[in-house]
């Protein structure tokens, strides 16, 4: 998700602008003064922190999410020619840490009101494969998957099942928060997430052995200074990213209340607009708007140009569902998803950030009224392909 910030210095109102306060930058140079930079306790302190914030035993802090889950994946034990259920419609690291870790991806379509793995068609999927053995969910945008409807088959089918909630930081359901429900869950903290460590991750697990496995292959396969048990990795944290994160857990209900009440200005102000869905959240989910996704069912180039042209950031995520992306079309052949492929066509997401002001907000609704009063169904009906 790196892409993000290509272009954003540009925009007057971004896709995205992080949230670095005075705190982070003090601390920051509390942690360069201190000298020591690496494995020190704000990591600890950060690990600590985040699995009280989850109410979860463990947490296992690592360089980015996506080695989060590669790890996890290892840790589960999947194995070359392992198949492991994902959705093609989400980042390429939740696909990608699965052929990583030497398994094969095996693509369970979404439900286009949720964009999440629609629960209806995972039994099929899982019975007519034995060599499955987990899945990787994703929340994406923020919103939780239909976890009772996944962990019932998962334990039907004795299988893993690892919560990417790279998206979804302090996400609920029913009261409980994502990275709890599965054998583990795994978060990002990249800059444009709901909280950041500039780059980082974090694994969290309710298992001692399975936290401790994870421990030993971020850390070079090794408990013991130069004692290596297994092979391992490099994939620890650095303490200049922790002392960021401790000060962004501490603000992260905060921010996401303020996600959340922009989100529903935006719902409030759209959802009259006939071209366009607003984004679903069931009565049982507490949704944390890592993004505000429109689905724009006619000219969302057009749509997406023309706020561009005011100075507006938005964003397509993702325009290439996963199994049309060369390097696993080459792995899993030809394979079709026309939900996905259709959200990938309608998708728009909106800035949604905590330091929205209320006038961008208006301005960024304010131009998306105009453009649909526009006499423009000529242009609707001609997409423009030609977006950057
Ligand atoms: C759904 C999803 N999974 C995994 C990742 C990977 O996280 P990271 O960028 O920290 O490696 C991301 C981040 O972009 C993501 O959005």
Redesign the pocket.
Known sequence: ??YNFRGREKMKIPICRPFIGKEEKEAVLAVLDSGQLAQGKEVAQLEENFARFLGIREAVATS??????FTVLQALGVKTGDRVVTTPF?????AS?IVQAGGIPVFCEVDEKTFNLDANRLEEILKANPRIKGMVV???YGLPCSMEDILYLAKRYQIFVVE?C??AHGAELQGKKVGTFGDAG?F???P??NMTTG???MIVTSCPQLADKCRMLINHGSHEKYLHQILGYNFRMNNLGAAIGLVQLRRLNQTNQKRRKNAAFYTNQLSGIPWIVTPFEPASATHVY?QYTLRVLQGRDSLRAYLKDKGIGTEV?YPLPLHQQPFLKSILGEQSFPVSENLSREVLSLPVYPLLQQEELEEIVFHIKQFFNLPSIQLLAKEEATWE
């Open positions: 998700m790196a980015s999410g996506t080695t989060a889950l989400t980042f390429v690291a939740s840490s994703v929340h994406l990417d790279a998206q795994v990002s903290f990249y444009t997430k780059e980082g991750g890592h995520y």
